[in-house]
Every structure is written in C-alpha cells, then in structure tokens.
C-alpha cells in the first residue's frame, strides 16, 4: 500500500512539471530532457532529446520531440538549426499540434529577410490563431521592416572591436562621471564561475570594465568586482548606475541544477575601489521569478524593470515601481501597459531624461528579433503616479537589424551617442557591444534662376535668405544663372524665406524648411522669374452693371493676381487704364471709363496698397484693344493683332460675334511705369496721397521745363526716375558721375552693363570717366526703348539726350507754347 502511494505521488509530482500530455511516452532521457527544458537549461535539454529520439518509435512523441528540440535551438537564438526542424513539422503537419511552429518558422524568415515566404506562413497562423496578436505583428513586420531598411537614421554604428570577446559581451554602461570608464556583462574566460550556464552551454556571465586610455583606446577589459563581492557563480549582468555613479543595479540569475530558477534585481554602492555586498531590491515575486533590467529616475524614486509576473501582458512585460525615500521598499509594481507591452516579450528598458523611454520588443512591428524603440511620457497621473505613454517608434536601422539589437544607453552629456549590443554578422562573438553617434545633419540650398519667357537662364539676380533664427544671407546668380547656400548658412530645425529679385522681373518668393527632416538633404529649389510686362496687361474680366462703375464683389477676386504683384514687389509703380467699348457718346463713356478705374484704385487702397503706387486713367473708347493672342469665342476666332475698332466689329457676320467684340474692349490694364517707389508711411500710417484720375485720354505727350537754352524731361531708366536735357545736335548721349553712381548703387546698372573691363571700370569706388554703359530700358512718357548707349561724362551735371536717342521713340512734335513735347 505505501509503495502504491508513493507512486501515486511520484505521478502527481512528474505531471505538475510537465502535464499529463508530455508524460505519455516518455522514457528517462525525455523525462529528463523536459525536465531541463523546464528548467530553462536549453543546452542540456537539446542533448538529451538528441538523444532520446532515436529510442522512440511513436511518430507523435518523435515530432513532439522535434518541436522541443527546435524551441531549445530558438531560445537559444540558434536560428539557423531551429529552421530545418520547424520546416519538418510543417511538412509533419504538425501545426494542427501545435500551431506556433508557423509562427516560428515565419519569424526566422523574417530575419532572414524571406519576407514573402515570411507571408505566407503568418496568414497560415492567422487562420489557425486569429486571436494571438504575434501573428498580426509578424505580418506587419514584413512591411515595416522594408520601409525601416530603406529609410536608415543618421546614426553611425561602430563595433567595439578591442572590447569585444569571442564569447557574449553585452549591456554597456558609462560607469563615472568622466564618460571614459564602461561596465559591461561578459561570459567569456576569467569569469567567477567555473561552470557551464545550461542555458546558453557557455560560462556564467560576469560584470567587467574597460577604461578609455590617454590615446582614445579601450584597456583590456578585468573584473568590475575588485572585492569579489559582486561576481559569484551566478549570471550578473545588466548594470544601471544612478546619476553619481556611487550605487549600481545590476541583475543576477540563478542556475542551480535540477531546480528552475529565478532572476532578482540587486543593489551594491561603491565601497572604497570596490562595491559593498550586493542585496536584492524587493520588487515582488518568489525564488522562481524571473526579474531584472533595472533602469531607475535620476531621483532613484522610480525604477523600470523587466518581468514576468501574473497579469502581464504575455511574455515579459515592462513594469514600474515608486518610493517616497532611497531608503525605502518599492511600492507595489504596476505594469506599464498595452502601448509599451505586447504578448511577447519587452527588456532592457533604459530611462533618458525620466521622460524618455527606450526598450527592447520582440512584440512590435519591426525588423525581426528584439528591436529597440522609444517612447515618451505623456503625463504623470496627479493621484496614483501612473503614466501615459505615447505610441514606441521603432529607432531604424543602422541601430536595429535583423537580428537581437538591445540594451540601449546614452551618454547624458552628449546629443545622441551611447551604447547598445546586438548579435548581428560582423562581430567577434555572439553578442557584442557596439558604440553609436548620430552624424551631423547637413543642409544646402541650391538652385537655378530661369527667365520664364525664355527658359534661359537669368545671370545677377539677388537671392535673399531669411531664417526663422533671424540670421539673413545672400548670393548672386552666376552665369548659368545658379545660386547656392552652404552648410554652415542653412540650419536645421529653420525655416527659411527666399526672395529673388532682378531689374526687369517681378520679385519671385519661396519657402523651404528643414524642420522635421532626419536626414542630410541638398535642397533645390529653382525658380523662374516673370519679366516686367512692357506692354499693358489685361486683367482677368470685371464686369459692370449696364452704365454703372461700382465693382461688384464676384470680381473683386480679378484683382487678387494683381494685389499679389505689388505685394511681392513692393518697389513698383502702376498705371491702371479702364477702357468701354464705343457706344454711346464719347463725353459719357470717359465719365464711365473714369469712374471704373477709380473703384478699381479704391478697392486697391483698401486692401493696403499705397496711393502713391497707383495712378489711373479712364480712356473711354478712344483706345480699341489690340489683341496680343488669337482668341476663340463662340466658334470663331479672334486672330492676334485685330483692332477692336467700329469698323472691324461692323465687319463681323453676327450680331452675337459684335457683341463679344464689344466685350473684348472693355477691360482694365495695368502697366509698370516706375520701380523705385519709396514708401510714404509714417509710424505704419499711410501718408494722404492724392491719385490722379485722368478724365480724357492723354496723348503721349511729356512736359518740359526750360533751363537756359535746354529742354528738362522726365525719363525712367532701368526703373529709377531721372531728369535729362534734350540737345538735339548733341554728339552722343552722356550722364554725369554723380548720376551714373546712383544708378550703380541703386542695382540698377552693374559691371555686366558696361563696355570692357567692368571691374577695372568700377575698381576704386568710383567710375571711369568716358566710360560707356547700355541702359536696357529707358521710358518717356508711355513708351519704352531698349538698349541706349550713354557715356559718364564727369564734367556735365545731369544726363543729355539728343534727337538720335528721341527719334527712336517715333515721330514727334515740340510744343513751345504747351512746354510738351508730343510722340506720336
């Protein structure tokens, strides 16, 4: 009876370990090798499966086996060996077993970067397990991680080769003040214990440091426990300094034999050159709990640490935990959340500034394996000290790869540099430390200035540069008409205003940024500037009631191309001209004319233009359009150079096509008569400024004063407002020094605009005398010449035109009496 009962509670005890299904079966190396796998001693486990399975003959309990034997090999992040078993048990259709062999299987493909075969076998295990959320991430993943390949960050990732072993060393951390002294977790040879950790087949882990010497090298690493209180049999690993660098967490885990083991979070400060004995920071759990990764608030109130306790999410969790005094126990840990936590597993979590939080997830979308994220505190609840956290952003490759990237640290005193550990191809070992710094973000502005007539290129225009920093720079177009800003003019996080201008050309805008941008970037930004108009412009229809003038709100939207013109040039002045067609009398359509350009002007001084920037004139119907474009209007064409005269409407075949014709005539214009206006507010107010409204149409007649025996005129030359004498018999066209500077100063001529040497022209200040220049464009009255060669003559005052320079502009008359001088 006693040996009955003894069997019985043999039986009890073997199925409380390992459950009634693993016990069919079984014979003593599986009982064994279960017992091991329980026990987190993978390295045992798979060696003795390898074993058992050749004395098992039931093809269930041997695909069992093949599936325990494939887990040993994934938890011990042998990928390559975990592949072909799972591949087996698919072929086995064991996913009717168990069906995380697809999850599985599609997670190295994952990391293998098989994205498409990844696919196919995470629908499979969706249709199987809908509710797991792994298999809905591992989907994800596969896009994620393309996008997270071909979209790198600025960091520059760096192996610490003369640190790193052939064994496992990782979780870095900065150890003193000086941020020349590293304290890391290491199995490799020197180690306190002597054993093998089941788990991994390799040593025990040890706590070691290397120092950063006088040449910028790393020392050879030695023990970080000079008193040998630290490091013991166990695995010590992932250290956490507090902000003074005299207390240090680390984590310690247990591998006693025959015995599942727990993880505990300790706590040592430094104790002359050593540590004092380490104790266990109580955050819960028991023997078998598996704790660890602390990273605490720089107050040391708070810590933030990795583990599996009931009521997590799945996996290991981030949990957190507060306290009032140092000397204090941990309150009860709350778990962080679904935000941060999935049904996988969340470690290595790292607090930078208390507010920002990195960890690493093998339960969000990503690259495959663990990955690091970030994560920032939204707000700290008033009542029970719990946060909210924001969605964790992925920190991209060349951080993250496609294989175990974790253990994130951060040198406090630099922008972006620090620490992490990854076991990624290219190390000297499994695991290896790896340094990182984020490169510089580098910015340029280029580009190319075109005249949008031509499509050519616009050489000497002036690019002005305004930042949101208040800093201003400017560059000069060359002659492929290019300009560029550098690195050290463009900046990050600012906005920038451009605004090009050139005699001759509307005054161009534009706006680039580089707030946001995560990566160096050469900017382009190209411009083409629209030439000044010589002739008038028509603007977009405004139509008027029959026989009225009040401009109706519908086309007050017209004038909004023209508003942004004299907005965006601040400098020019414009001639506005209403003109109706010819019926009804001449004496009432001027009135009307008149009146429909003065709504004009004063809907434009309502907006904020300046009186003194307009000048308008009513026409009546003495000016028919001429057309400039063919124009199609009810089937027929209007053709380019008509003259909307009465005889050429009376010619048209239809009542309907005089009509548009008639349509046609009444417009508005503008033209740009001068571009050196100077504004008239004072203290923001706009000084009273009468606009002259022209009743009857003027012919192109200009006034002239007399001064001794000479004619005085107003002219315009390349958009500034001269006076010269007309002297008919003069030999050649001459300007005065004085005169010839303040074009010069003014922009309005440059070294380009002389005969010869334009530097050697211009050298000491001044301008050489009998030098020749070409002004483009010179004005009298409504008309315009182009290309004028004037000579600086430095013993005139003035500028002198003769009749050469005049009879360009056509025919005219001089009126002694009326002092004008009349072109036709």
Known sequence: MMHKLRFLALVMIICSLFGLDSLYGQNRRTAAADLAFENYQFSTAVKLYRKAVGKVKDVSERNRIAFQQAECFRLMNDRRKAEPLYRRLVNAKYETVKPEILLYLADILLTSQKYDEAVVFYEQYITLKPEDHRGRVGLESCTVAKALTENPSRHEVTPLSTI??????????????????????????????????????????????TKNDVTGKWAAPITADAGGVVNTDANEGQPFFNARFNTMYFTRCYSEKKKRNGCKVMVSKRAGTGWSEPTEVDLGGDSTSVIGHPTLTEDELTIVFSAEFPGGKGGKDLWTANRKRKTDKFSKPRNLGDIINTPGNELFPFLRGDTLLYFSSDGHPGLGGLDIFKTWMLKQGEDDGNANWKEPVNMSTPINSTFDDYSIYFNPEAMEEGLFTSNRPGGRG??????????????????????DRTIQPVQGVLVMME????????????????????????????????????????????????????????????????????????????????????????????????????????????????HTDARDSEERNDVLSQKRAQSVVDYLIVRGI?????????????QPRVLLSDVVKDGFKFKTGARLSEAYIDSLPSKNLKEIAHQLNRRTEFSIIATNFVSQKINGQTAPTEVKIVKEVEKNEVPFTVKGKKKILNCTVNGINLEFAYEPKAPKAVISLKQALELLKAGAIGKDDFEGDGEAIL??????????????????????????????????????????????????????????????
């Open 610 to 622: 300046e009186p003194g920037r307009l000048s308008a004139k009513g026409y009546g119907e003495r």
């Open 763 to 824: 050298a000491g200040g001044s301008i050489q005398n009998n030098s020749v220049f070409t002004i483009s464009q010179l004005r009298i009255g409504r008309k315009v010449v182009y290309d004028v060669d004037v000579t600086v003559d430095q013993k005139i005052d003035g500028m002198i035109l003769n009749n050469k320079v005049l009879s360009r502009f056509g025919a005219f008359l001089i009126d002694e009496k009326a002092a004008h001088i009349v072109f036709e």
């Open 430 to 451: 499994g695991d290896d430390l790896y340094s990182f710094v984020i490169q510089p973000l580098i910015f340029t502005l280029t580009g190319i200035v075109r005249d």
């Open 164 to 209: 790193n072993s052939r064994d496992n060393d990782f979780s870095g951390v900065y150890s003193n003040s000086a941020f020349n002294e590293i304290v890391f977790s290491s199995d490799r040879k020197g180690t306190t214990g002597k054993l093998v950790d089941e788990w991994t087949n390799k040593g025990f882990s040890d706590l070691f440091m």
């Open 467 to 578: 930042g949101s920093d208040g800093k201003s720079f400017r560059s000069t177009t060359s002659e492929v008409g290019a300009y560029t800003f550098n690195k050290n003019q463009v900046l990050p996080n600012t906005s920038y205003k451009l605004t090009v201008s050139k005699d001759g050309y509307f005054t161009a805008t534009g706006e680039e940024t580089t707030i946001g941008l995560e990566s160096s970037k050469d900017i382009v930004h190209d411009f083409r500037l629209i030439p000044v108009p010589q002739k008038p412009v028509v603007l977009p229809d405004i139509l008027y009631d029959l026989g009225r003038w009040e401009l109706k709100p519908q086309y007050q939207d017209s004038l909004q191309g023209l508003i942004q013109i004299l907005e965006a040039n601040p400098n020019i002045i414009i001639e506005l001209a209403a």
